[in-house]
T-cell receptor
Framework: AQSVTQLDSQVPVFEEAPVELRCNYS??????LFWYVQYPNQGLQLLLK??????LVESINGFEAEFNKSQTSFHLRKPSVHISDTAEYFC??????????FGTGTKLQVIP | EAQVTQNPRYLITVTGKKLTVTCSQN?????MSWYRQDPGLGLRQIYY???????DKGDVPEGYKVSRKEKRNFPLILESPSPNQTSLYFC????????????????FGQGTRLTVV
């Protein structure tokens, strides 16, 4: 069975500082990877996804994630965070035709 | 506007009283699913549907029922709610699904916070 591990349940960071949210997955075969963001009192929204091709994927609001097959990771990074980035972030993985499995989420708290 | 609409947003009920949470999408999506979100557990899939009249169990289906009589609607039914079903519920839809998953972007509803006392 596939699993997704987000080791950090909460990440506080000062505004304009860089941030990395970690995601590791367990799978011995090809996977498809996603990051979703959940703003307070809202549903989840797709932030970015890796299906194939370039291992570095970017979102429109400055986040990026790199698929690292050897380390089975898909960490999310942003060089300079804003207050508006305060949210909970979920990593998700799909292996082949299996269903999507979500991680337990990481709450990003941006401190003014 | 493309959206997934859940109702109600908040619900407090008593143990054993049947309830239904509705979910509707206006994007003509084939694939719909229900998740529950609990602290420290992330999102866990309850049921999913790959198309009209095609539904299957997710990871945590016990205590829940679903139906898919129309493409746009996918209600979640709790026949006899219990306190351990107190949770935040999300409905999601996407264009296609194969083997119980979505291979395109999933659109989520705003969530339904259910409390069973």
């Amino acid at each position: 069975a596939q699993s997704v591990t987000q080791l950090d349940s909460q990440v506080p960071v000062f505004e304009e500082a860089p941030v990395e949210l970690r995601c590791n997955y367990s799978s011995s075969v090809s996977v498809y990877l996603f990051w979703y963001v959940q703003y307070p009192n809202q549903g989840l929204q797709l932030l970015l996804k890796y299906l194939s091709g370039s291992t570095l994927v970017e979102s429109i609001n400055g986040f990026e994630a790199e698929f690292n097959k050897s380390q089975t990771s898909f960490h999310l990074r942003k060089p300079s965070v804003h207050i508006s980035d305060t949210a909970e972030y979920f990593c998700a993985v799909r292996r082949g035709y299996q269903k999507v499995t979500f991680g337990t989420g990481t709450k990003l708290q941006v401190i003014p | 506007e493309a959206q997934v609409t859940q109702n109600p947003r908040y619900l407090i009920t008593v143990t054993g009283k049947k309830l239904t949470v509705t979910c509707s999408q206006n994007m003509n999506h084939e694939y719909m699913s229900w998740y529950r979100q609990d602290p420290g557990l992330g999102l866990r899939q309850i049921y999913y549907s790959m198309n009209v009249e095609v539904t299957d169990k997710g990871d945590v289906p016990e205590g829940y029922k679903v139906s898919r009589k129309e493409k746009r609607n996918f209600p979640l039914i709790l026949e006899s709610p219990s306190p351990n079903q107190t949770s935040l519920y999300f409905c999601a839809s996407s264009l296609t699904g194969t083997g119980g998953i979505s291979n395109t972007e999933a659109f989520f509803g705003q969530g339904t916070r259910l409390t069973v006392v």
